[in-house]
């Protein structure tokens, strides 16, 4: 089996940390990697990839990788099947592959925000031309939770023989109880982009009371986005929030579960989410989870989070202001959230995902 890795990014995101998290559970597969020395990948376990595939490179990079993916990737894939001739799959973490060619393959996919949300006419296009030829030709579709798998039937028309539904799970080892003293913030975690609705907990927390005496803050811990952070910005100075909101851009991979855990709550108020990995790696740090009701974020957090319309602010103050108050409240989320997260892990991620690819090779 042969797997695309040419997109994995240095400074980790959600799919280069599944990718990653996946890994050595197909071993049993004997795949073969795709990937650049970026990947950390050991020298004899990969076929070495050009590095500026990414979307490290900016736009340029993806646009790149798309043609590699096209031509280059193609003529890997019967290199492989010539000299291995049962490998005949490719794996592909994201969803992008080859089209208009004879390469098999088992493609996962993340989400489909770029439809519901557009963020950019590129994405647009591509979920719109380019992704649904990608499904035609797929041997089967990976997906990361069923409100994925519901958006692969509404929008792309799949049946649900077509798709297996593989929930996530997060790093045990990374995302954990760290016994440290608890800090006055609420934290959000992820890019700056419309659909994750951050404006909404910006109005909430200048609706809590005490706020004056700079009882609460809110840190904002993701990359920040020309087209959307100077909103934010100005958002935050048009409440009088400058004192109390910090903007803390990407915080490295090993620094998140200490943020995490002196957090009084992480607040996820996505108007849609593919999984909502946050939700979970919170949870096993024995943070309070803040979270909106919709899409997966339900199937992630189960019972174990404070559940929310994403668009009513009055609703995310209430809670944001129970838990700053409430010890007991606190304790009862710590308690639920590690239960709930205990039910993930990568180990069951892994096998489930390796027995669907064994089944097309």
């Known amino acids: 089996m042969l797997v695309n890795l040419a997109y994995l990014l240095r400074k980790p995101t959600g799919t280069t940390n599944y990718a990653l998290n996946l890994l050595p559970h197909l071993t049993p597969l004997n795949p073969c990697y795709l990937a650049t020395a970026a990947?950390?990948?050991?020298?004899?376990?990969?076929?070495?990839?050009?590095?500026?595939?990414?979307?490290?490179?900016?736009?340029?990079?993806?646009?790149?990788?798309?043609?590699?993916?096209?031509w280059r990737l193609p003529q890997l894939y019967r290199q492989q099947v010539n000299?291995?001739?049962?490998?005949?799959?490719?794996?592909?973490?994201?969803?992008?592959?080859?089209?208009?060619?004879?390469?098999?393959?088992?493609?996962?996919?993340?989400?489909?925000i770029p439809l519901r949300f557009p963020v950019s006419k590129a994405q647009t296009w591509l979920h719109r031309h380019y992704l649904?030829?990608?499904?035609?030709?797929?041997?089967?579709?990976?997906?990361?939770?069923?409100?994925?798998?519901?958006?692969?039937?509404?929008?792309?028309?799949?049946?649900?023989?077509?798709?297996?539904p593989i929930l996530l799970a997060y790093d045990a080892d990374n995302f954990r109880?760290?016994?440290?003293?608890?800090?006055?913030?609420?934290?959000?975690?992820?890019?700056?982009?419309?659909?994750?609705?951050?404006?909404?907990v910006l109005q909430a927390l200048a609706q809590l009371r005490d706020r004056a005496?700079?009882?609460?803050?809110?840190?904002?811990?993701?990359?920040?986005?020309?087209?959307?952070?100077?909103?934010?910005?100005?958002?935050?100075?048009?409440?009088?929030?400058?004192?109390?909101?910090?903007?803390?851009?990407?915080?490295?991979?090993?620094?998140?579960p200490i943020l995490l855990n002196q957090a009084l709550a992480l607040v996820l108020p996505s108007l849609w989410e593919g999984f909502g990995l946050p939700v979970l790696e919170a949870m096993a740090c024995g943070t309070p989870v803040i979270a909106s009701n919709l899409a997966s974020i339900p199937e992630v957090a189960g019972g174990a989070a404070l559940l929310v319309n994403p668009t009513e602010v009055a609703a995310i103050?209430?809670?944001m202001q129970a838990i700053a108050q409430d010890a007991q409240l606190r304790q009862q989320l710590r308690s639920a959230g590690r239960q709930r997260a205990a039910q993930f892990s990568w180990r069951q991620t892994g096998a489930a995902t390796a027995e669907r690819l064994r089944a097309f090779l």
């Open 177 to 200: 109880p760290l016994d440290l003293p608890q800090r006055h913030y609420f934290l959000l975690l992820g890019r700056h982009a419309p659909y994750k609705n951050y404006g909404v």
């Open 83 to 112: 000299q291995h001739r049962a490998a005949d799959l490719l794996f592909c973490p994201i969803a992008e592959a080859p089209l208009f060619t004879r390469c098999r393959f088992v493609v996962t996919i993340h989400d489909l």
């Open 317 to 319: 103050a209430q809670h």
């Open 132 to 164: 649904p030829r990608v499904l035609a030709a797929a041997e089967h579709v990976i997906c990361n939770s069923q409100a994925t798998a519901d958006d692969l039937m509404q929008f792309y028309g799949l049946q649900a023989k077509q798709i297996t």
């Open 39 to 70: 990947s950390g990948l050991d020298e004899d376990d990969y076929i070495p990839v050009p590095p500026n595939l990414t979307a490290e490179s900016g736009l340029s990079g993806h646009l790149r990788r798309l043609l590699w993916t096209q």
């Open 213 to 256: 005496e700079g009882d609460y803050e809110l840190w904002i811990a993701g990359p920040p986005d020309p087209r959307y952070t100077p909103d934010l910005q100005q958002q935050v100075q048009a409440l009088g929030l400058t004192s109390q909101v910090k903007f803390l851009d990407y915080v490295p991979y090993a620094q998140l």
